[in-house]
Antibody, heavy 120, light 107 residues
Framework: EVQLVQSGAEVKKPGESLKISCKGS????????IGWVRQMPGKGLEWMGI????????RYSPSFQGQVTISADKSINTAYVQWSSLKASDTAMYYC?????????????WGHGTMVTVSS | DIQMTQSPSTLSASVGDRVTITCRAS??????LAWHQQKPGKAPKLLIY???SLERGVPSRFSGSGSGTEFTLTISSLQPDDFATYYC?????????FGQGTKVEIK
């Protein structure tokens, strides 16, 4: 069974750094893209970016370029998104989702989400 | 970026109703459109991909159609489990983008 298991909820202060994770299992991690999606409280889904786990080729939404860094460690089948300096407006649920083995495959499996709360 | 616009934003319907949600793209995306369902407090779930292909395990009352810039998601007979928010998403080109969502409520 394909699964994406995300790290637990985080409570941080503005200006702090953070790295959250998404571990894939049940499939060949390096053959697929993994993306990240933000959902602010009560709002819709926003595509942040995507990484090909095999070679770490990464694409960002212009809205998130420079605000976050997406990475992957194929030795442990895990993808990450990190912030160097959090803002209150980063408070949201963050989902990882598996894309396909090609660029023209949608998200077919979603993680359960990681809630990030940024508050002083 | 390709803008995705869904209508309506909210839809009130009864069990057994036929429900249709529309998604329009700001430019042609061919057939590279997916529909996801999200229930409160849960992660989204893929229903339809390539505009009209049903994801494995998804009930056949769900169907999708369209190409180019106009797409629809139809639920042929609404069931209690279907009350949720539905999002279209284009994956024709980066950045992938989502519609704003359509909430299907109980009438």
């Amino acid at each position: 069974e394909v699964q994406l298991v995300q790290s637990g909820a985080e409570v941080k202060k503005p200006g702090e750094s953070l790295k959250i994770s998404c571990k894939g299992s049940g499939y060949t991690f390096t053959n697929y893209w993994i993306g990240w999606v933000r959902q602010m409280p009560g709002k819709g889904l926003e595509w942040m970016g995507i990484i090909y786990a095999g070679d770490s080729d990464t694409r960002y939404s212009p809205s998130f370029q420079g605000q976050v860094t997406i990475s992957a460690d194929k030795s442990i089948n895990t993808a990450y998104v990190q912030w160097s300096s959090l803002k209150a407006s980063d408070t949201a649920m963050y989902y990882c989702a598996r894309g396909g083995s090609t660029r023209l495959d949608p998200f077919d499996t979603w993680g359960h989400g990681t809630m990030v709360t940024v508050s002083s | 970026d390709i803008q995705m616009t869904q209508s309506p934003s909210t839809l009130s319907a009864s069990v057994g109703d036929r429900v249709t949600i529309t998604c329009r793209a700001s430019q042609s995306i061919s057939i590279w459109l997916a529909w996801h369902q999200q229930k409160p407090g849960k992660a989204p779930k893929l229903l339809i991909y390539k505009a009209s292909s049903l994801e494995r395990g998804v009930p056949s009352r769900f169907s999708g159609s369209g190409s180019g810039t106009e797409f629809t998601l139809t639920i042929s007979s609404l069931q209690p489990d279907d009350f949720a928010t539905y999002y279209c998403q284009q994956y024709n080109s980066y950045p992938w983008t989502f519609g704003q969502g359509t909430k299907v409520e109980i009438k």
